[in-house]
């Protein structure tokens, strides 16, 4: 990035990767006059932007009304959501095609795809704007929201889970059911700190620690040993990850759990997507990616097929499907990586957020004052 | 894109879009090569042959050294039924002033009436993991004509081509899957120097 880096104030700027529909799919970066990012989220071909002043913006695909404008055309650059400025929006998830967000009054609000029910307004009808989902109220404390392909999740302070949408594959931990239009209760009997909602799969975190998975059972990606995979519409606990677990992040055909030790993955990896190299493509076995096993990894974040990590010390590693220059490792040579790799453009930065989709990243970073040579040489 | 030439312009009340001066290079002055994925026929022979244990691809481009068009990784020899995918694309400048020669060098290869000549070939590697002990061999080749590209003026998108062995070149082994964005370089360039020789 070079020279013009001096222009990106000090409260940063929000840098784009692969098909974003911003700036012609060309890397690019962006920020805000007096206003900052708070949270990044990526669907499949729309992204989602919530800032401290508690706006919501907004662009890319919108064939679905995922982008809550009113319209369904594609907007190609950042775009604030109008209709919900008296709200204070807090954070936002995008799915494959809606979109979740919270308010700072508690309430739940989504648009966009809706065939399976995933925006929890009791019928299947898609939506251009975004309407409340009456279920919550400020009483449930949302802490976390989560997006799959037709699936939704809202997880409170207290540690409960509620899923809906799409139940073809179990995603959403119902037995016999396809799909449900209205939030319902997931549990397991134990407090829940931590949901991802995968494209076909999900996954969550207990309060303890543990990992449990459910959903599509194919390619290894709930990270169960064959036997379990019969029971693969209900949350099972992943054996496997000795240490606590902190977070997890489902991507298309992959799992990626940050524990306190680790960095563990298992799924499908034909394009680098699990960072365990060039040998393993496949496996329902959580496997540790040693590669990176002396960096403190803060973050994961899994787009369809690719993954993107960041450490304490605010550096960006990515993995994975390397096509159209979502990996932001390069302007015009893509190759698909197979284990992290250092976006070496970011070593002036502390990188903040990433949100990864089917062909394109966010990143949110700031400029790293002095020592930029310090920390490369750790790293 | 050179950024040195950024200028910051604000295109609304709330975002700020530092805009590239650059223009993105036209279709015509640039090709664009992509190694997606590879597999083998469960019968060929390289599938049971064990030293055999991990491929790459390249190809050649006239002045670009070898380091920039081969994938930069080897990866595990697929198993039966396996597709292995390096999604390793390379935009080459095609610039009418700059790369003079390399348009010249793909005119040369769209006329020329050598068999050997109208073809990008793309070459299957073995790539030994413990590196003294045995060295890199070619295992098979991939050939794509770029005639009916020219003819057709349309880019290839995910295409399969055969790859054959070095010893038996009638019997396919495997498949390599290729795109190739370069119609509109070719058939200018073609357009151009026929025009010339004419002249
Ligand atoms: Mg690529
Ligand atoms: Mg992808």
């Not at chain 1, 739940?108 to 975004?130: I, K, W």
């Not at chain 1, 496996?283 to 450490?311: F, M, Q, R, Y």
Request: charged letters at 20%; one cysteine or more.
């Amino acid at each position: 990035m070079g020279e013009p880096d001096k222009m990106v104030p000090d409260s940063g700027a929000v840098f784009t990767f692969g098909k974003t529909k911003f700036a012609e799919n060309m890397p690019s970066k962006f920020w805000f006059k007096r206003d900052i990012p708070i949270s990044l989220s990526c669907g499949d071909e729309h992204t989602a932007i919530t800032t401290g002043n508690n706006k919501l913006f907004m662009f890319g695909s919108n064939n679905w009304g995922q982008l809550g404008l009113g319209s369904k055309s594609t907007v190609n650059k950042p775009t604030c959501v109008k209709a919900l400025k008296p709200e204070k929006v807090k954070f936002v998830a995008c799915g494959r095609n809606h979109t979740l967000i919270l308010t700072g009054g508690g309430q739940v609000y989504a648009t966009g795809g809706n065939n399976e029910g995933q925006l929890g307004l009791g019928d299947t009808d898609e939506r251009s704007a975004f309407h409340l989902i009456s279920f919550f109220t400020s009483q449930h404390k949302i802490k976390q929201l989560s997006a799959g392909s037709n699936t939704s999740a809202a997880l409170t302070e207290d540690g409960e889970l509620f899923m809906w949408g799409d139940n073809s594959e179990g995603q959403i931990g119902l037995q016999n059911i396809t799909n449900i239009c209205v939030p319902h209760q997931v549990t397991i009997g134990k407090p829940i700190s931590w949901i991802s909602c995968g494209y076909y799969h999900s996954a969550f975190v207990t309060t303890e620690g543990e990992l449990y998975t459910f959903g599509e059972p194919e390619s290894g990606k709930l990270g169960l040993p064959p036997k379990l995979l019969v029971n693969h519409k209900v949350p099972q606990l992943v054996p496997g990850i000795s240490e606590k677990v902190i977070q997890v992040a489902c991507g298309g055909g992959h799992t990626v759990v940050l524990t306190e030790k680790a960095v563990y993955t298992f799924g499908l990896g034909q394009f680098g997507q699990l960072g365990l190299g060039t040998f393993t493509f496949e496996t329902s076995e959580p496997k540790v990616i040693e590669s990176i096993k002396d960096k403190k990894i803060s973050h994961v974040c899994c787009g369809e097929n690719h993954t993107a990590l960041i450490t304490e010390s605010g550096l960006l590693y990515t993995f994975g499907d390397g096509r159209h220059g979502k990996l932001g490792l390069g302007m015009e040579n893509f190759t698909n990586q197979f284990v992290p790799t250092l976006c070496s453009s970011f070593l002036k930065y502390i990188v903040h957020l990433v949100a990864c989709g089917g062909c394109h990243m966010l990143v949110f970073a700031t400029p790293r004052l002095g020592m930029a040579e310090d920390i490369e040489s750790d790293e | 894109a050179s950024e040195g030439s950024e200028a910051q312009t604000t295109d609304s009340d709330e975002i700020v879009t530092p805009v590239s001066q650059k223009c993105p290079k036209a279709d015509s002055e640039k090709m664009c090569i992509e190694i997606v994925s590879l597999a083998f026929y469960p019968e060929a022979e390289v599938m049971c042959d064990e030293n055999v244990e991990q491929v790459y691809v390249e190809y050649r481009f006239y002045d670009l050294p070898l380091s920039e068009t081969e994938t930069p990784v080897s990866l595990r020899k697929p198993r039966a039924g396996e597709e292995i995918y390096f999604h390793f694309s390379k935009v080459i400048d095609l610039d009418p002033v700059e790369q003079k020669e390399r348009r010249q060098f793909l005119f040369t290869m769209l006329i020329g009436e050598d068999p050997e000549q109208g073809h990008l070939k793309f070459t299957v590697v073995s790539d030994p993991i413990e590196e003294e002990k045995k060295e890199c061999q070619e295992v098979g080749y991939a050939y794509l004509e770029l005639w009916p590209m020219l003819v057709s003026g349309r880019d290839i998108l995910e295409q399969d081509l055969d790859i054959v062995g070095p010893e038996d070149q009638a019997t396919p082994i495997g498949k390599l899957k290729v795109s190739l964005q370069a119609a509109a370089a070719l058939q200018a360039i073609y357009k151009e120097m026929t025009e010339d020789l004419c002249s």
